[in-house]
Structure formats: C-alpha cells, structure tokens
C-alpha cells in the first residue's frame, strides 16, 4: 500500500508542475511579452523616429554663398618644391527648427554664422591633399564638421540635444 500513496503523491506533485509551467507560459506569451524583447523593440523605434525627422522639423542654410575655396596643408615630404593644393566645397546646413531649451535656433545659428565659417576653413586647412583624396574622406568630414559644428553651438547651453542635423557637401573638388 505505501506503494501507491507514493506514486499517487508524485503524480499529484508532477501534475502540479505541468500546470504550473502551463500558466506560467501562457503569462509569459500574453504578458511578459511587452516588457521583454518587444519593449527594446519599441525602443529602436523609438530612436529611429529620434534620428530621422520630418522634413517640416528641418530647416537648411547655406555656410557659405556658393562654392567656397579652401587651401590644404602642404606636404612636407614634397620637399623644395612647394606646389599648392586647395579643395573646393559647398557646404548646406540641416538643423532642426525647433530644439528643447533654445528659445530660436535659427538666430543662434545665425549669430554663430562667422564661427561656424572660421571651423570649417580651420578644418580644411588641417588636411592635406593625401587625406582629401581619399574616398572616405568626404563622409569623415561631415560627421567631424557635424560634431564639432554642435560643440560650438551648444557650448553657452545646458542642453545635450544637437541642433545640426546634418552637414551636406553637395560640391567636393580638389586638386
């Protein structure tokens, strides 16, 4: 008789624990679900939005009337002959129109127009025609112009939220 009460009390534990593990299941698929890999799913979203805005929340300037001329930094090792090299750009601004702190972007834009003008001359005068003949040059130059274009935009602000979206080279010519 012990025999069976034992394998009648497992049997009860074991069916127990199938239930158990159903339930469990079925609030892992109904309910655990949002706050598990679909909520870092929504999260990308999330950041996708964050990265490309509306064409409506952009506004574009140019930094420069046209195309702009810019000398590049000799090469030393060209020796005694000192040929000299220039790169010609057209460089467009997309910045956000309105930003979370800023009472009005596009006069702080404005009114750094001259030195966002200086850092990009400083930028190019900084490469030499080596590093601007290079095919992943151009795409370095807008991250770096990009970056260093909102430190100086934001340096006065308390805020972290850049304010260029992004920096177009439409014109890219040296020589």
Known sequence: MGGKSSFFILLVVVAFLSLSLAV???????FG???????????VVEKVKETTPKDSELAEMALFDGDKIFNLKSNAAQGSTKTISAIRVSIKLKYFIKVDGIKSVEEKVKAYESEMRELVGNYFLNMTLEEVSKPETKEKAKKELKQQINELLLESENIKTDIVYS?????WFYQ
């Not at 469990?24 to 109904?30: K, S």
């Not at 920096?167 to 014109?171: I, K, N």
């Open 24 to 30: 469990l299941a079925i609030y892992v698929f109904v």
């Open 33 to 43: 679900g949002h706050g598990g890999s679909s909520g870092n799913q929504t999260k």
């Open 167 to 171: 920096v177009v080279l439409e014109d």
